[in-house]
């Protein structure tokens, strides 16, 4: 049976309509996903995205194992800091992305995919056997939040921290909302500047009608999973199990500029990843728009001059553009503005390569490490 | 939301009214509710011949592409064109501006035997 997060009572309340998603039910929609991506564009918006997985990694070798598991260089991140990180097989194909908090010396806070929660957690133990490390998977005791948007910053200061006290874009730090424990991070998946709230279970409902309730003013509306899709694709940040995956690498799938060239420990898949970031791969993550009316979708075949030469990701209408937008693999180097076909219903409509984002992001640019 | 008389419902959610010998086909209330905002609708050409079940039409919502199947047999001899521009008419308005085609049937008497009316198809949701 699929499982239920603790605010599955305040999505009915809201009139969400519930789908299932990786084993939970969850809120695709509230008011309807347009209104609810452009509430988010111009205003704030609250996800309840407590699906996803919270492991705590501590321990001497705590380090050590992040360092084995990513190819981003862990020993970089100061306290408080966070990355972006994927998690590679031996071959370099990805079992998931994630990101790593550094709370504290020898302890680390990883957010996974609700997806990848029991593999990513195998693989974790399988790679830390003889390792000084204690992997504990917190999942079913952590509530996650997201409060995404230009007018986010505002709600946080509303509710007691101040922007001076707020922590910086891809920083994390503890801090105590509503009399609660938290942990508050300025991370998303949505483009804006916003935060994840990450608490125990029993302050989550409370938290939850809070946010909502001091954040009207602001003109907060709980967002679901289906706003939470269009954002990030207009992010072009990449969604796993349809962007990513394990056939295929971080450098494949446009992540190298996450990869340093430098970092001296070994990980997992590292022979391939450098090898393909010297010599080039022969798959090549893009983003197109369509310049004919279709909308491109997972999985239809992506064409080259009428010959087959790859496959859409993900696609779909972009709200804030008003135009259909895709991310797909192909199997030439293309630049931008170069023309490609799309595959809809047994019949091409072209579209032409772009760059991404597709929509300018607000956030900052998160520091390589 | 006013519902017209007469309408016979499919159980795939395509409705059927009927007026003066010119059959026209849209989707349900409950259809366009549970496909949420809809972003782009594709229209057969007119004169083109479709079968029962066969699928004449594609609506795409934000999430998903859906079919759309013939009620009753019938050759399209009008199409909404509003619609294709202005896909959003399809969530705000199914019965009266949101109507996807207009067909001629010789077969509607026994096509439609197994379409429901309003109330009973509601009652089957």
Known sequence: MAKRTKLYDEHLKLGAKIVEFAGWEMPVQYSGIIDEHNNVRNNAGLFDVSHMGEFFVSGKDALKLLQKLVPQNIEKLTDGKAVYCQLPNENGGLIDDLIIYRLKNEEYLVIVNASGIEKDYEWFKQNADGFDVKIEDKSDEYSLLALQGPKAKKIIAKLGISEDEQPKFFHIKYAKLNGADILLARTGYTGEDGFEILTKNENIVELWNLILEKGAEFGVKPIGLGARDTLRLEAALPLYGNDLNEETTPVESGLSWFIPKDKDADYNGKAKIIEQLKNGVKKHLIGFKMTDRAIPRHEYELYIHGEKAGIVTSGGFAPTLNENIGLGYIEEELPPGSEIQVMVRNKLYNAKIVKTPFVEKKSKKMDNI | ?125
């Open chain 2, 1 to 125: 939301m006013m519902v017209p008389e007469g309408i016979l419902c499919s159980k795939t959610h395509e409705y059927l009214l009927e007026e003066n010998d010119l059959y026209t086909i849209g989707l349900t209330d409950y259809a366009v509710e549970q496909l949420g905002d809809i972003v782009f609708v594709e229209l057969p050409e007119i004169g083109t011949e479709f079968a029962k079940g066969e699928v004449f039409a594609t609506v795409e919502s934000v999430k998903a592409a859906s079919e759309i199947y013939m009620p009753v047999g019938g050759k399209i001899v009008e199409i909404n064109e509003k619609i294709v521009e202005s896909p959003e008419v399809l969530n705000e308005s199914p019965y009266e501006n949101g109507w996807l085609v207009k067909v001629e049937s010789s077969t509607a008497q026994e096509d439609s035997g197994d379409l429901l009316d309003y109330d009973d198809y509601k009652e089957e949701l």
